[in-house]
């Protein structure tokens, strides 16, 4: 697969478009088209049922993306959360020194002339109130963990529930990357979904490795991504971040190569610590056994719904050879992520056959993601669900009239098969398992 044609149908089909495109774009930042906007509501409601409906131990949050400048600096975002910059003397072109391949401008291509590598920090700055000076700076949120150890206390004091537990939040969040690029893989502004799992100390290695494998499984089981498409890479010691005592990523193999797609991160107390020494209170637990206290260590899976999205059309995207000498593109989507469960056609413009289709699309959409096409021919309506990834199609054609049945077309196999209108509802079911 070349990422070119990936995009290309990303923009046709209405799943991403270049963000103020109308202007010539703005650096790597990408607005969703109704099918696109899809796609990210279905990511974010399977996360959030396997993280946190689906167990009695993890719970919600929604924080603040400008939170007071104090934990950015206790966090140790404002000294050490930077990448590593260098500059081409040659084109001018600025680039993080890490991603300088055999000492090759990825601009120009001369050859080690670069600047000195300089520390970058990421933090988006931004002025709270209508003065902007040093007293009103305040930031953009690069992750959303710090508003789930800075509410520690309040969830300590009012889930009722003791350790493990976790915290999970789904938001925006913003760095300002020196280079962006590859799509939707790496933007200045995106979607986080991560969860902050506090446990005890003694027992965070084991819920480590607990949740590198429940996490990798979801990606197998849920989103049906091939198992030969991920794998598990532990982080070395010196690319570990500040707050990590070990990392492993979930990485997928994207069309430049193997990329992370999810972190799960060992913590440590780092965090919590950090805050109470900070802010002066005890972010710590109770042992009621011994009547001692302690500071809960945590693990945090982090992932970027973008991210997994750019996974899933890598995963789906397919160019399949026809036995007429023809070809067809199609996104191979689990049900579960499709924008459009079921295209309903009726074969002409017909008044009658108009009217049928609708009541039947109508009747559909109560229980499934349905979308009505009547213009251009039954082969380019056709063609244009496979692209966009719709598992099923309803043909309503003149015998409809009279037998009160439709031809239900298969995606993948474009197996053809006749049913009774009043057994749709039930044949989808029973097809979609949604």
């Not at 650096?27 to 409601?45: A, F, H, V």
């Not at 930077?82 to 401008?105: E, M, S």
């Not at 003065?131 to 710090?146: I, K």
């Not at 015998?399 to 009043?422: E, F, G, Y």
Request: glycine residues 6%; hydrophobic residues 35%; aromatic residues 12%.
């Amino acid at each position: 697969m070349k990422l070119d044609d990936l995009v290309s149908l990303a923009k046709r089909r209405g799943i991403a478009f270049p963000s103020s495109d109308i202007y010539g774009g703005f650096q790597s930042t990408w607005d969703y088209g109704y099918l696109g906007t899809e796609m990210k509501r279905n990511i974010r409601d399977l996360w959030w049922q396997n993280v946190v409906q689906q167990r009695e131990n993890v719970f919600g949050i929604e924080a603040a993306i400008i939170t007071n400048p104090a934990v950015w600096e206790s966090s140790g975002h404002i000294s050490n959360f930077t990448d590593p910059l260098v500059d081409c003397l040659d084109c001018n072109g600025r680039f993080r020194a890490d991603h300088i391949v055999d000492d090759t401008c990825p601009e120009c291509d001369s050859k080690s002339n670069f600047t000195e590598e300089r520390n970058f920090n990421l933090l988006f700055k931004t002025f709270v109130g209508p003065v902007e000076d040093n007293a009103n700076v305040a930031y953009l949120r690069p992750e959303t963990a710090q508003g789930m150890f800075v509410n520690f206390l309040n969830y300590q004091n009012t889930i009722r529930h003791k350790l493990p537990f976790g915290i999970a939040q789904i938001g925006k969040s913003f760095r300002n990357e020196i280079t962006p690029g590859q799509f939707i893989f790496r933007t200045r502004e995106f979607e986080q979904m991560e969860m902050e799992f506090f446990c005890r100390p003694e027992e965070s290695v084991e819920f480590h490795e607990y949740w590198k494998n429940e996490r990798y499984n979801w990606y197998i089981e849920t989103l049906k991504i091939p198992k030969e498409k991920l794998r598990i890479r532990d982080h070395e010691k010196d690319e570990l971040a500040h707050y990590s005592d070990a990392t492993s990523d979930i990485e997928f193999d994207f069309p430049w190569g193997w990329g992370e797609l999810e972190g799960i991160a060992h913590r440590g107390d780092f965090d919590l610590s950090a805050h109470s020494k900070s802010s002066g209170k005890k972010l710590n637990t109770l042992d009621v056994e011994s009547n001692t206290h302690f500071v809960p260590h945590v693990i945090e899976p982090a992932v970027g719904v973008d991210r997994i999205l750019f996974a899933i059309l890598c995963s789906a995207y397919d160019i399949e050879e026809l036995a007429d000498g023809e070809t067809r593109t199609l996104l191979r989507l689990p049900s579960a992520i499709s924008p459009v469960h079921i295209a309903v056609l009726p074969l002409s413009k017909k008044t009658n056959l108009i009217s049928l289709s609708k009541t039947i699309a109508s009747e559909l959409r109560k229980f499934f993601r349905v979308e009505y096409d009547e213009t251009q021919s039954i082969g380019k309506r056709y063609r244009r669900q496979d692209e966009i990834g719709t598992p099923y199609c309803v043909t309503v054609d003149f015998d409809s009239l009279d037998d009160n049945a439709v031809t239900i077309r298969d995606r993948d196999s474009m197996k053809q098969d006749r049913i009774q209108v009043s057994e749709l509802v039930t044949y989808f079911k029973n097809q979609l398992r949604i």
